[in-house]
């Protein structure tokens, strides 16, 4: 079925009995779906993860990113202030930046050259008066009456959003205080270095994505690569964070300090394997204390499309932006801190192996979605079932449950009507 | 910069030792492909965009053969995926510098890549950066930046390039 066939049928409606435990598969694969998505997602009342502020240390920065499908321009302006806006001439429509970031004065469109300032604003307009009085644009149009869209923009811990709502809720309220602390214990204080980013072109609807990375229940049954070499028989524990509306999610685990007492040594574990298979370089596993607590693994997401991940030393960030329902581009940011010593930024490179699109714990997500995209192609009114830990969305100290993807999906019905 | 026989040879040299190496990964045995290298070796997938940044990350970064090793062994026994494999072809070696029993080397690369039910894609272009060590009538890799020319990847990065 292509999407114009799709959008032909009426929408179906969500089984509403069941909540947020049935997640009907219409709801991955459907163009109308993706219409209603970016009205009140991605264009309403939500905060787009934009850039890092790193990324804007000077006036005249600018990185060129999206939020959901739109094409965003972020800069610095020369008050110092950042500002957002639609890469989009106010003229004809054109794309304002064609590199990816840079330092400039302005962004002139190369098509007419209309010129726009830092903070969005439509301030040129080429042959405004005509050549010798002829021709020149219709008297009475006001510069200021056209320009593409602008974003609010907001910092926390130098994470920089935007949204096109102005009457969004601050970021600080969105996020809570509770993900607002899960954010500054790995950011707060520091000055990020960026290692490297990349994009990721998954083969299936972005909400299949969020919901991976809500799922802490996949983790050890998808990842081998743990298990498989007995890298993780330390006793762990950890627990799920759902935020209020339930858009927001934490997944956590640490070492049980308690309950390794008398036990073999870390190391010493690590090397023996019931599986007969063992890593021959074991400086993959090395790591360092970083955070003033025994938090190995750190999952964070803010509703709708934004990942703060910590896997022992590797710290990354991760924009889920879909490209239509059929597709999604994963943005991975690497970071690492200024204050890094030589040892400590060895380290964290060596654990991006983990991590990214060929990752050893992360290479698997790069292929499920595609299969469930390919299992439910024919079964649009059939659905997911949520079941795990109950019906709920609340936060829990164990990881066996599902209540943070259908903490999304309570989410995303609200801000949707879906 | 050495006479031209010599380089002649070197290129000839260090186009057989690729031909073997995209044999080892597409169509042989990949366990076989840590011994391409040296002990000691750097081993980095990286972009273009980032290499010219000079961003320290890659998307694999390994600076042992064993750590190569542990990737086939992980790959093999530990990740899941679709099964897929990969098709290497390679442009000439062009041998940019000499040093002793050291080279440096750039060659171009197109991999496409078959996955079980879909068809051939092209999966990746770039270059391999390298730095040979000639041992006897052969030579190991000291050092190889694949150097991707996008920076999007499809899907995953499973074998290595």
Same mark, same amino acid.
């Given at each position: 079925?292509?999407?114009s066939?799709?959008?032909?049928?009426?929408? @179906?409606? =969500?089984?509403?009995?069941d909540?947020?435990?049935?997640?009907?598969? =219409?709801?991955?694969?459907?163009?109308?779906?993706?219409?209603?998505?970016?009205?009140?997602?991605?264009?309403?009342?939500?905060?787009?993860?934009?850039?890092?502020?790193?990324?804007?240390?000077?006036?005249g920065?600018?990185?060129?990113?999206?939020?959901?499908?739109?094409?965003?321009?972020?800069?610095?302006?020369?008050d110092?202030?950042?500002?957002?806006f639609?890469?989009?001439?106010?003229?004809?429509?054109?794309?304002?930046?064609?590199?990816?970031?840079?330092?400039?004065?302005? *962004?002139? #469109?190369?098509?007419?050259?209309?010129?726009? +300032?830092?903070?969005?604003?439509?301030?040129?307009?080429?042959?405004?008066?005509?050549?010798?009085?002829?021709?020149?644009?219709?008297?009475?149009?006001?510069?200021?009456?056209?320009?593409?869209?602008?974003?609010?923009?907001?910092?926390?811990?130098?994470?920089? *959003?935007?949204?096109?709502?102005?009457?969004?809720?601050?970021?600080?309220?969105?996020?809570?205080?509770?993900?607002?602390?899960?954010?500054?214990?790995?950011?707060?204080?520091?000055? @990020?270095?960026?290692l490297?980013?990349?994009?990721?072109?998954?083969?299936?609807?972005?909400?299949?994505?969020?919901?991976?990375?809500?799922?802490?229940?996949?983790?050890?049954?998808?990842?081998?690569?743990? $298990?498989?070499?007995?890298?993780?028989?330390?006793?762990?524990?950890?627990?799920?964070?759902?935020?209020k509306?339930g858009?927001?999610?934490?997944?956590?685990?640490?070492?049980?300090?308690?309950?390794?007492?008398?036990k073999?040594?870390?190391?010493?574990?690590?090397?023996?394997?019931?599986?007969?298979?063992?890593?021959?370089?074991?400086?993959?596993?090395?790591? *360092?204390?970083?955070?003033g607590?025994?938090t190995?693994?750190?999952?964070? +997401?803010?509703?709708?499309?934004?990942?703060?991940?910590?896997?022992?030393?590797?710290?990354?960030?991760?924009?889920?932006?879909?490209?239509? @329902?059929?597709?999604?581009?994963?943005?991975?940011?690497?970071?690492?801190?200024?204050?890094?010593?030589?040892?400590?930024?060895?380290?964290?490179?060596?654990?991006?192996?983990?991590?990214?699109?060929?990752?050893?714990?992360?290479?698997?997500?790069?292929?499920?979605?595609?299969?469930?995209?390919?299992?439910t192609?024919?079964?649009?009114?059939?659905?997911?079932v949520?079941?795990?830990?109950?019906?709920?969305?609340?936060?829990?100290?164990?990881?066996? $449950?599902?209540?943070?993807?259908?903490?999304?999906?309570?989410?995303?019905?609200?801000k $949707?009507?879906? | 910069?050495?006479?031209?026989?010599?380089?002649?040879?070197? $290129?000839?040299?260090?186009?057989?030792?690729?031909?073997?190496?995209?044999?080892?990964?597409?169509?042989?045995d #990949?366990?076989?492909w840590?011994?391409?290298?040296?002990?000691?070796?750097?081993?980095?997938?990286?972009?273009?965009?980032?290499?010219?940044?000079?961003?320290?990350?890659?998307?694999? =970064?390994?600076?042992?053969?064993?750590?190569?090793?542990?990737?086939?062994?992980?790959?093999?026994?530990?990740?899941?995926?679709?099964?897929?494999?990969?098709?290497?072809?390679?442009?000439? @070696? *062009?041998?940019?510098?000499?040093?002793?029993?050291?080279?440096?080397?750039?060659?171009?690369?197109?991999?496409?890549?078959?996955?079980?039910?879909?068809?051939?894609?092209?999966?990746?272009?770039?270059?391999?950066?390298?730095?040979?060590?000639?041992?006897?009538?052969?030579?190991?890799?000291?050092?190889?930046?694949v150097?991707?020319?996008?920076?999007?990847?499809?899907?995953?990065?499973?074998?290595?390039?």
């Open positions: 079925m292509n999407a066939e799709k959008v032909s049928q009426a929408r @179906p409606e =969500w089984p509403t009995e909540g947020a435990s049935r997640v009907p598969y =219409w709801v991955f694969q459907r163009e109308d779906v993706a219409e209603i998505e970016r009205a009140r997602l991605f264009n309403g009342p939500v905060w787009n993860f934009l850039t890092l502020e790193v990324e804007l240390e000077n006036a920065d600018f990185v060129a990113v999206d939020a959901g499908e739109t094409p965003v321009i972020v800069t610095r302006g020369e110092g202030e950042l500002n957002a639609e890469n989009r001439c106010a003229h004809r429509g054109s794309l304002l930046a064609l590199e990816d970031r840079g330092n400039v004065k302005d *962004f002139t #469109c190369v098509y007419h050259a209309w010129r726009h +300032s830092l903070k969005g604003d439509l301030v040129g307009v080429a042959f405004k008066r005509g050549i010798k009085r002829k021709g020149g644009i219709a008297d009475g149009f006001e510069m200021s009456k056209h320009g593409p869209r602008k974003m609010r923009v907001e910092v926390f811990e130098g994470l920089v *959003f935007g949204s096109f709502d102005p009457d969004v809720e601050s970021l600080k309220d969105y996020l809570g205080e509770e993900i607002s602390q899960r954010i500054t214990r790995v950011l707060g204080g520091r000055k @990020p270095v960026i490297g980013n990349y994009i990721q072109v998954l083969p299936n609807n972005w909400k299949l994505y969020v919901e991976n990375t809500k799922d802490s229940y996949h983790a050890s049954i998808l990842h081998t690569f743990f $298990t498989t070499f007995e890298l993780n028989k330390l006793s762990q524990k950890g627990g799920i964070v759902v935020s509306n858009g927001h999610h934490v997944s956590h685990s640490s070492v049980d300090a308690a309950a390794e007492k008398g073999d040594t870390y190391k010493e574990q690590k090397i023996r394997s019931d599986s007969d298979l063992s890593l021959s370089d074991t400086s993959l596993l090395e790591n *360092f204390k970083e955070f607590d025994d190995t693994l750190q999952i964070l +997401s803010v509703f709708p499309n934004f990942v703060l991940q910590q896997i022992q030393n590797s710290i990354a960030v991760r924009t889920i932006l879909p490209k239509g @329902p059929d597709s999604m581009h994963l943005k991975w940011t690497y970071v690492g801190f200024e204050e890094d010593t030589p040892k400590q930024r060895k380290i964290r490179l060596k654990q991006s192996n983990l991590i990214g699109p060929g990752g050893y714990v992360s290479m698997e997500d790069g292929c499920i979605g595609g299969f469930v995209r390919r299992g192609i024919g079964s649009p009114d059939d659905s997911a949520l079941a795990m830990g109950g019906y709920g969305i609340e936060t829990s100290d164990d990881r066996i $449950t599902e209540a943070s993807i259908r903490g999304f999906w309570t989410e995303y019905r609200a $949707t009507g879906l | 910069m050495s006479n031209l026989t010599q380089i002649r040879d070197l $290129t000839s040299l260090i186009a057989m030792v690729q031909g073997r190496y995209v044999h080892t990964i597409d169509d042989g #990949c366990h076989e840590p011994d391409f290298f040296v002990d000691d070796c750097f081993y980095k997938i990286i972009s273009a965009d980032n290499y010219a940044r000079n961003m320290e990350a890659g998307l694999m =970064w390994m600076d042992s053969k064993a750590m190569l090793h542990d990737r086939i062994l992980s790959l093999l026994e530990a990740n899941v995926y679709e099964r897929h494999s990969y098709r290497h072809i390679l442009g000439q @070696p *062009f041998i940019t510098s000499v040093e002793g029993d050291e080279l440096e080397s750039e060659t171009s690369f197109m991999v496409a890549r078959i996955t079980r039910e879909g068809p051939t894609d092209l999966f990746v272009t770039g270059r391999y950066v390298d730095r040979y060590r000639v041992i006897d009538d052969d030579a190991k890799l000291v050092t190889r930046i150097v991707l020319d996008s920076n999007q990847i499809d899907t995953l990065l499973g074998f290595p390039l």
